[in-house]
């Protein structure tokens, strides 16, 4: 299991209307696999309950100084110990000025000031407000003592009206928070990805593809831009956002997946091959669309390039590893497969349950033998195939020296 699945967040909940975002934020934490304790300001209180964070969070929530719940009762110093942030969701234009001086009158300002931990704040008001020059100075202010500000976004207000100050969407956050905790393991590497199906034209209209979805493609992605990589990720159609920091390519065909790779793939050094590529294209694809008739309609079929085998086998190949999707003989059929394409790595599934799902179960088959990543959500899987990439690379790197 990769290092994030063992951080744990303090979530401050201020009184601003995005406070029932924050209940989603706590599922979105949750589903990253990091722990989550709900601290509520009085005000927040009064626009959603407690209840529903404590039954989301499985924790109970604080509000009060003087918590009898917490060891010593002193909860502005223990429910943030041992945390790895607080994130304030909603974080609204009084409770950043309270912070920016360093006013400390309830539970969750008084965390702040006590804190060990780094504070991330995701502001969200009225657009007046976040223009008020007071406001510009306390963000400036809090920016300079160190806290990371996400956000807001500019859009519809719950004042009706239309402007800068709402709060990011609660996946926005929880990426954020999430990309913020990850260990670095991948710091500075340069990431080249493939992802998706390809579609090869048959004629104007038509063509053949494959039901991959991308996701696990795509979860690759988001788990090396978290371990602190630079990502290009080039995808086959899908209808996938790819994540912010990520620089996308977009192909269509088998080919024009390999031509993107071959200018790419030069300043690699690493290339995590997750897409599903057409092992065949159509010669010669009719330009207009073909008429149906009553007679048979041949296709003629000429093989793709294999472009993880010719990455494979560069000169000085990036650290190169393969996806496989078996329908049987998972082991036997995944390990032929690595050394016939020369990989130090190769990550293995069981097709089609794997294909389109948003879970996995992978097994990575490297020089030390097979390891299981049991199933969860791709997301999670990915992190794990991350962690283990950079270990693998880390020790190439180290005897190379
Ligand atoms: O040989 P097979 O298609 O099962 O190998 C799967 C691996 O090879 C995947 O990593 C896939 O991305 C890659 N591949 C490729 N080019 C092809 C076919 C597969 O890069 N034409």
């Not at 234009?93 to 704040?121: M, Q, T, V």
């Not at 493609?217 to 978290?226: D, K, N, V």
């Not at 057409?278 to 010669?284: E, F, G, L, R, T």
């Amino acid at each position: 299991m990769a290092d994030i699945a063992r951080k744990k967040v303090v979530l401050g909940v201020t009184g601003g209307i995005a406070a029932y975002k924050a209940a989603d934020l706590v599922r979105e934490l949750l589903r990253n696999g990091i722990e989550v304790q709900v601290v509520m300001t009085e005000a927040a209180r009064g626009l959603v309950a407690p209840a529903t964070f404590q039954a989301l969070s499985g924790k109970p929530v604080f509000t009060d100084m003087w918590d009898a719940r917490a060891a010593d009762n002193m909860a502005h110093i223990e429910l943030s110990r041992g945390k790895d942030a607080i994130v304030v969701a909603p974080a609204t234009a009084g409770f950043i000025a309270k912070l920016a001086n360093g006013l400390a009158d309830d539970l969750l300002s008084s965390l702040c000031l006590a804190r060990e931990c780094p504070l991330i704040l995701a502001p969200a008001m009225n657009r007046q407000m976040w223009d008020n020059p007071a406001t510009r100075r306390n963000i400036d202010q809090l920016l300079r003592d160190g806290a990371a500000i996400l956000g807001p976004a500019s859009g519809d207000q719950a004042c009706g009206e239309v402007g800068m100050g709402r709060m990011l969407e609660a996946r926005e956050i929880a990426e954020a928070v999430t990309t913020f905790l990850a260990p670095k393991s991948l710091r500075g590497a340069r990431v080249l990805i493939t992802a998706g199906p390809t579609f090869e034209a048959i004629d104007a209209v038509r063509g053949i593809t494959n039901q991959s979805s991308g996701k696990m493609g795509y979860a690759a992605a988001r788990a090396a831009l978290e371990a602190g990589a630079r990502v290009i990720l080039i995808s086959g159609p899908t209808s996938l956002a790819a994540p912010a920091g990520v620089q996308r390519v977009d192909v269509v065909s088998a080919r024009d997946m390999f031509n993107a790779v071959k200018k790419h793939v030069v300043n690699a050094d690493i290339f995590i091959s997750v897409a599903a590529v057409a092992d065949y294209h159509v010669v010669n694809p009719s330009r207009q669309k073909i008429k149906k008739t009553a007679s048979r309609l041949k296709l003629d079929l000429a093989p793709n390039p294999d472009i993880l085998a010719w990455v494979a086998s560069r000169p000085r190949p990036p650290f190169c590893v393969g996806f496989a999707a078996e329908s049987e003989h998972l082991h036997r059929y995944a390990e032929a497969k690595r050394r016939s394409k020369k990989l130090p790595l190769l990550a293995a599934n069981l097709a089609p349950q794997a294909i389109g799902s948003d879970d996995n179960e992978l097994t990575l088959f490297d020089d030390q033998g097979a390891h299981k990543l049991p199933r969860a959500l791709k997301e999670v899987i990915a992190r794990q195939l991350v962690a283990h990439i950079a270990k693998l690379y880390g020790t190439k790197k180290t005897r190379k020296l």
